[in-house]
C-alpha cells in the first residue's frame, strides 16, 4: 500500500510540474493551419485514449496495447514541441484515469490497489520518456542556435555510463520490490482459499451429522421401529442431504437390518461389523457415550475408502440399535469442485494416504502449495490446494518486469541523450567550419543543377517528339496496310480461281508480316517509354499451343524438321494471363529455332516448377540442333535491333527485335529469358513465367477405360516414341515403342488394341511388309505430315481410327483415346463460331441506318462492303464537316467515326455533334488504326462511346454494333450445346440438362461439388441411425434425396426415398440404409465416366 502512495505522488508531481513550467511562458501566436494541426492532434489521442481505457470500440489491438500512445506522444513531441506533448499527455492521463475507476481498461485486475499500480508505472513511463525527449531536442536546438562557448567544459567522460547504471539499478530494485509484493498477495489468495475449504468441509460434514443426530432422537422418541418406517424416514434423510453412499440399521448386537438405499447396499444386509476392530471401537464409544462417534478411514464394503458414523439409539435406557451413516471421500469431497472451479487443484490425505483429489487441469504451480491439517470429530485431514498455471499467471502481473525493463531502457535513454549531447557540442564547431566552405560550393551546383535541368527538358521533348513521330507513322503505314488486308479479305470471299487465292493469301500473309514488324517497332517505343503492360484474362493452355504450333508445323515440316512437344498431361487446363503476349513470346522462339536450324529438331518443353492455390509458375524452353550462338556473341543478343552476327541479317533476315521484346515480356512475368547455347550444337532458350489461377480449379482426371487396352507406337524418331509412351501410360494404357529402322517387321500384334503408326513410312519402309495381318480389331492413329495421302489398311486388317496432325498435342491424343475407346458418354453438337454466331444476333437489326465517317477510299470500300453485307443501310461522310451535315439531313442509328481525318478531324466532329442536345445519346464508336498508349482514353474523352482498332476483326465489330444496337451482349456460344444420346446407369443426364438449359460446365461442376459433400453427409446420417435420432435422421435423408433429384441421380434419390418412409413410419431402416449405401457406391463410381 506504501508503494501505491509513493509512486501516486511521484506520477503526480511528473504529470503537474511540466504543465506549470511550460504553460507558464508566453505563448506563440499560430495561424490555422497550426490551429488545425493541433486540434487533430487532440482527437486522435483522445479517440485511440478511448479506444484503449474507455471502451467505445471492443477491439482486441487497442485495449490490450495501452503502449501503443507512446510512438504518437513521441511524434507530437518531434514534430509539435514539448508544450503540445504536455496537452496530449494531460488528455491521455485524463482517460486512462477515468477508465480505470470506472473498471474499464486493460490494467484492471483483481485488486484496486494492483489497478492502480500499473496505471501510474503506465503514466510515469509515458511523463518520464517525453521529458527526456523534450529535453534532448531542446537542447540540440539550443546547440545549433548558440555561439560556441569554448571555454564550457564538457560533462566528463565517465558520467553517461554512471547514470545509466545508477538508473538501471534504481528500476531493477524498484521491480524486486513489485515482483515481492505480487507474489505475497497470491500466496494471500491461496491461504484464503484453504481456509474457505476447511471451513466448507467442516460444515458440510456438520451438517450431514446433525441430520443422523436428529434421526436418532426422533427414534429414540418414537420408542419402536418398524422396518418400513425406518427405510421411508431414512430415505427421506439420504434424498435430502447428498454425500450419503448409505444409511444403516444396526440392532444392538451389532447386525445390519435394514439399508437405504436398497439397490447397491445389498451385500451390506446381515454383515455382523462388530469383528472390525476399528468399526468395534467407533460402536464401544457412541455405545458409551451416548453421542454419534467417527471411525477412522476404512474400506467401504460398498467399495472405496471413506468413513462412517454411528449415532446409537436408546429406547427408554435401553440401547435399541445404532443409525450408521456411510460416507466415501469421493462422494462428500466431490461437491467441492464446484466452489473451488477449474482454478485450484485440491488434494485430501488421511492417515494413510490420499484419499481424494479433484480433476483440476494438468497445467498446475505447485509452488505455490498450501496446506494444513483438518482435525474434526476424531478424523485427522491434511489439505493441500494450490492454484492452476493460468491462475498463477493471472495473479502475477508483468508489471515488476515491465517496470525493471522499462527503467532500464530509459536508464540507456538518459545515457545515450547524455552521451549524444556531448558528442553534439563537440561537432557544432567543426560543422560551422564547413558552411562557409558550402556556401561557395552550393552557388557551383545551383548551376550546374540549371544546365542539367534544361538539358532533361530538351532530353524529354526528344522522347516525345519520337514517340508521337513513332505513332503518326504507325497510323499512316497502317492505314494503307489496312486497306490491303481488307481488300484480300473481301476478294478471298468472291469466286476466284485456286491459284488466286493462292496468290491472296500469300499476299494477305505478307501484310499481316508487315503489321507484325509494324507492332514490334510499337512495342519496343512502349518498352523504352515504360507503358508496355500485360491484361489478366482467363485463357486455355493447349489451344494456344496449338494455334501456334499449327502456324509453324507447316514450316517444320517443309524443311524436314521434327517439330516436338513435351509436357505433362496433368497440368491445370485454365489459367489467368496475356494469352497473346504469351502466344507471341513462344512464336518468337520457335520461328528463330525454325529459322536456324538447317536439319534435326526442334523441342518445346513445358513443366510445372511451383502451384499455389491462386497462382502457377510454369518453366517454357524451346531447344534446337541448329548451328548454336558462340558466348561472345550471346552477351547483346537481346538487345533491341541486335543479332548474334552482321551476317545473320544477310543470310537468314530478321529485325533482331523479338528477343528484346520477349525479354522484356517475360519479365512482365516475374520471369527471365535465358540462353544456353553452343556453336554447332545447337540453342536452348528457357524462361519461367506465373499465371493466375481461375477458381475454382478444374481437377485433372484420368480416363477411365471399360478395360485394360494395350497400344504399340510406330515411330522412326527415338524421342516422339518416349514422349507418346509416357502420354499413353498416363492416360492409363499399356504402351509399347518399336523404332521404325527399315524393312524390319512387326513382330506380332496379338494383344494390342491401338496402333500409333508416323505416316508416311520412311523410303525404304513398306506398308505391307511392315505389319502382319491380323485376325482381331486394331484401331490405327495415323501421326500425320502435310498432304500425305492415307494408307490402304484393308490387306492387314486393321481400321483406321482417326488421325493425328503433327505436332502432337497431349489433349488431341486424349480426344483421339476418348473418341476410340471412351465408354458411353455425353455426345454435344458444338455452337456455331463467334463470328457467325454475333452476325446471326444481328440480322434483326438489317436496314438499320449507320453513318461511316471515313477519309480514305479503300477504308471506306472494306467498312461499307463488311456493313451492307450484314444488311446495314450505309451513310458515307469523309470527313468531320460532312458527317455534321449528314446527321442534320438523316436520322441515324449509329457512327463509326475515323479519327484522322482532313478538314476536321474524329475527335473535334465528336465534340461539336455532343453539344447538339438531339444527339446527347447517339452511339459514336471511334474506329481507327492508332493503336498508341492515350488514345482510346482522349477519343473516350472527346464523347465517343466505345474504340474498335483497325485492321477490323469481324467478331469485335459485330460484338460492338450488337452492343449498341440492342443494348446487351448475350454469351458467346461455347455454352450453347445440345444434348444428343446421354447414356448412365442411374443417372438422368438428358432429364437434368434440360432443366439447366444445356449448360454442361454447369452440370459438371455441380456433379463434382456433389461428390465432394456426399462422403460427409452420408456419415452424418449412419451416425444419426446409430444413435436413433430419428429427426435428424428424416432431416438428413430428406435433404439427400432433393439434392439426389436435382442432379438426376435416379437410383440414389429411390433409395433415400425408401430410408426417409421407413424412418417416417418407425420401421426398421437397416434393409433401406443398405440400399443407400449401395446406390451411393454405384453413383460415385459412374462420375469418372460422366466427366470423362
Not at 78 to 94: H, K
Not at 234 to 245: Q, T
Request: charged content about 20%; glycine content about 8%; proline content about 6%.
Amino acid at each position: 500500500m506504501g508503494l501505491t502512495w509513493w509512486l501516486g505522488d511521484l506520477t503526480g508531481a511528473l504529470l503537474l510540474a511540466p504543465p506549470i513550467l511550460l504553460w507558464a511562458q508566453e505563448w506563440p501566436r499560430w495561424g490555422p493551419r497550426a490551429w488545425l494541426e493541433r486540434i487533430l492532434m487532440a482527437g486522435v489521442v483522445i479517440l485511440l485514449s478511448q479506444m484503449t481505457f474507455g471502451g467505445w470500440f471492443h477491439v482486441g489491438l487497442f485495449t490490450s496495447q495501452p503502449y501503443l500512445l507512446l510512438p504518437l506522444l513521441l511524434w507530437v513531441t518531434y514534430w509539435l514541441g514539448a508544450r503540445e506533448a504536455v496537452f496530449g499527455l494531460g488528455l491521455a492521463s485524463i482517460c486512462a484515469i477515468w477508465g480505470t475507476l470506472n473498471g474499464t481498461g486493460p490494467f484492471i485486475r483483481g485488486s484496486l490497489n494492483e489497478s492502480l499500480l500499473l496505471l501510474q508505472v503506465f503514466l510515469g513511463v509515458l511523463s518520464i520518456t517525453l521529458l527526456v525527449l523534450s529535453a534532448a531536442l531542446n537542447r540540440n536546438v539550443q546547440s545549433d542556435t548558440e555561439p560556441d562557448l569554448g571555454h564550457e567544459q564538457p560533462l566528463p567522460v565517465w558520467f553517461p555510463l554512471i547514470l545509466t547504471l545508477g538508473m538501471s539499478l534504481i528500476a531493477i530494485v524498484l521491480g524486486l520490490a513489485l515482483q515481492a509484493q505480487t507474489e505475497h498477495q497470491l500466496k494471500q489468495t491461496v491461504q484464503t482459499q484453504l481456509k474457505n475449504t476447511r471451513d466448507l468441509i467442516r460444515l458440510h460434514l456438520d451438517t450431514r451429522i446433525q441430520a443422523l443426530v436428529r434421526m436418532s432422537e426422533r427414534w429414540e422418541a418414537h420408542g419402536s421401529l418398524s422396518q418400513r418406517e425406518w427405510e421411508s424416514d431414512a430415505l427421506g434423510f439420504y434424498n435430502d442431504f447428498r454425500s450419503f453412499m448409505a444409511i444403516s440399521w444396526a440392532d444392538a448386537d451389532r447386525y445390519v437390518r435394514w439399508t437405504v438405499p436398497r439397490p447397491g447396499n445389498e451385500k451390506v444386509a446381515g454383515v455382523y461389523i462388530g469383528k472390525d476392530p476399528v468399526r468395534s471401537r467407533a460402536l464401544d464409544t457412541a455405545r458409551d457415550s451416548r453421542r454419534f462417534a467417527v471411525t477412522d478411514t476404512i474400506e467401504i464394503i460398498q467399495g472405496g475408502r471413506g468413513f462412517i458414523v454411528y449415532v446409537p439409539v436408546y429406547v427408554k435406557d435401553r440401547l435399541a440399535g445404532y443409525i450408521a451413516g456411510v460416507f466415501r471421500y469421493q462422494d462428500i469431497l466431490q461437491e467441492l469442485e464446484q466452489p473451488l472451479g477449474k482454478d485450484y487443484t485440491l488434494e485430501v490425505r488421511a492417515n494413510d494416504g490420499s484419499v481424494y483429489r479433484n480433476s483440476a487441469p494438468t497445467s498446475e504451480a505447485p509452488e505455490w502449495t498450501e496446506e494444513s491439517i483438518l482435525r474434526l470429530h476424531g478424523l485427522n485431514w491434511r489439505i493441500r490446494i494450490w492454484p492452476t498455471t493460468a491462475l498463477a499467471r493471472q495473479q502475477l502481473s508483468p508489471l515488476p518486469q515491465l517496470t525493471a525493463l522499462i527503467g532500464i531502457l530509459l536508464a540507456c535513454l538518459l545515457g545515450r541523450t547524455s552521451y549524444l549531447s556531448r558528442r553534439l557540442r563537440a561537432q557544432n564547431q567543426a560543422v560551422r567550419a564547413k558552411n562557409q566552405q558550402l556556401s561557395a560550393e552550393i552557388g557551383v551546383r545551383e548551376h550546374t543543377e540549371l544546365e542539367l535541368h534544361k538539358a532533361k527538358k530538351i532530353a524529354e521533348a526528344a522522347s516525345l517528339a519520337k514517340s508521337a513521330f513513332l505513332a503518326n507513322m504507325s497510323h499512316e503505314i497502317r492505314t494503307p496496310l489496312n486497306a490491303i488486308i481488307g481488300l484480300n479479305h473481301l476478294l478471298l470471299r468472291s469466286d476466284l480461281s485456286s491459284q488466286q487465292q493462292e496468290y491472296l493469301r500469300d499476299n494477305q500473309q505478307a501484310a499481316r508480316n508487315l503489321l507484325d514488324l509494324i507492332n514490334d517497332i510499337l512495342d519496343v517505343s512502349k518498352i523504352e517509354a515504360g507503358r508496355l503492360e500485360l491484361e489478366a484474362a482467363s485463357f486455355e493452355l493447349e489451344p494456344v499451343l496449338q494455334q501456334l504450333l499449327g502456324l509453324l508445323g507447316r514450316s517444320a515440316q517443309e524443311k524436314g524438321l521434327e517439330l516436338l512437344v513435351r509436357m505433362p498431361v496433368d497440368l491445370p487446363t485454365a489459367y489467368i494471363g496475356d494469352r497473346l503476349r504469351l502466344e507471341q513470346v513462344l512464336v518468337n522462339l520457335i520461328s528463330n529455332a525454325l529459322k536456324f536450324t538447317p536439319a534435326g529438331e526442334i523441342e518445346l518443353c513445358i513443366t510445372l516448377l511451383d502451384q499455389g492455390p491462386e497462382a502457377i509458375q510454369l518453366g517454357f524452353s524451346v531447344r534446337d540442333t541448329g548451328i548454336g550462338i558462340a558466348p561472345e556473341q550471346s552477351e547483346g543478343l537481346f538487345e533491341a535491333f541486335a543479332q548474334a552476327d552482321s551476317s545473320i541479317t544477310r543470310r537468314y533476315g530478321g529485325s533482331g527485335l523479338g528477343l528484346a521484346i520477349s525479354r522484356h515480356l517475360v519479365r512482365l512475368m516475374r520471369g527471365e529469358l535465358r540462353l544456353e547455347s553452343e556453336p554447332g550444337q545447337g540453342s536452348t532458350f528457357s524462361f519461367d513465367a506465373w499465371f493466375g489461377l481461375p477458381s475454382p480449379t478444374a481437377p485433372v482426371t484420368v480416363p477411365a477405360w471399360s478395360r485394360p487396352l494395350r497400344a504399340l507406337v510406330l515411330d522412326d524418331h527415338p524421342k516422339l516414341l518416349s514422349i507418346l509412351c509416357n502420354w499413353l501410360q498416363d492416360f492409363g494404357l499399356v504402351a509399347d515403342a518399336q523404332l521404325i529402322s527399315g524393312s524390319e517387321a512387326v513382330p506380332d500384334l496379338a494383344g494390342y488394341d491401338l496402333l500409333l503408326l508416323d505416316w508416311p513410312l520412311p523410303p525404304a519402309c513398306e506398308l505391307s511388309r511392315l505389319l502382319p495381318a491380323v485376325n482381331h480389331p486394331v484401331q490405327v492413329l495415323l501421326m500425320t505430315g502435310i498432304s500425305a495421302e492415307l494408307p490402304e489398311l484393308a490387306a492387314t486388317g486393321l481400321t483406321l481410327g482417326g488421325l493425328l496432325p503433327k505436332p502432337i498435342l497431349p489433349g488431341q491424343l486424349h480426344d483421339a483415346l476418348q473418341s476410340l475407346f471412351a465408354p458411353p458418354k455425353l455426345a454435344v453438337v458444338a455452337a456455331p463460331s463467334r463470328e457467325s454466331f454475333y452476325a446471326g444476333l444481328l440480322r434483326p437489326f438489317a436496314g438499320s441506318q449507320i453513318l461511316l465517317v471515313e477519309d480514305n477510299r479503300i477504308n471506306r470500300l472494306v467498312a461499307q462492303q463488311l456493313l451492307e453485307g450484314q444488311g446495314f443501310e450505309v451513310g458515307i461522310a469523309q470527313n468531320g464537316l460532312e458527317a455534321l451535315e449528314c446527321l442534320k439531313s438523316q436520322t441515324y442509328a449509329l457512327v463509326l467515326m475515323d479519327l484522322q481525318m482532313p478538314v476536321l478531324d474524329g475527335f473535334a466532329a465528336t465534340t461539336q455533334i455532343r453539344a447538339m442536345p438531339e444527339f446527347k445519346t447517339l452511339p459514336i464508336i471511334a474506329m481507327t488504326a492508332d493503336v498508341s498508349t492515350g488514345t482510346r482514353e482522349r477519343a473516350l474523352a472527346a464523347g465517343m462511346d466505345d474504340y474498335i482498332t483497325k485492321p477490323i476483326e469481324l467478331e469485335i465489330l459485330y460484338r460492338t454494333l450488337l452492343y449498341w444496337l440492342s443494348g446487351e451482349i448475350p454469351e458467346p456460344p461455347a455454352e450453347s450445346h445440345t444434348v444428343l444420346s446421354p447414356s448412365f446407369d442411374g443417372i438422368d443426364v438428358a432429364a437434368t440438362l434440360r432443366r439447366l438449359g444445356g449448360n454442361l460446365p454447369f452440370y459438371l461442376e455441380l456433379l463434382q461439388d456433389f461428390e465432394l459433400e456426399l462422403p460427409a453427409q452420408l456419415q452424418a446420417l449412419e451416425a444419426a441411425l446409430q444413435r436413433s435420432d430419428q429427426e435428424i435422421a428424416t432431416y438428413l435423408a430428406h435433404t439427400l434425396k432433393g439434392m439426389a433429384a436435382n442432379l438426376g441421380a435416379t437410383h440414389l434419390q429411390a433409395a433415400l426415398n425408401a430410408l426417409e418412409v421407413a424412418l417416417q413410419a418407425q420401421q426398421d431402416p437397416g434393409p433401406a440404409w443398405q440400399r443407400c449405401q449401395q446406390a451411393a457406391k454405384a453413383f460415385r463410381k459412374q462420375l469418372p465416366l460422366l466427366r470423362s
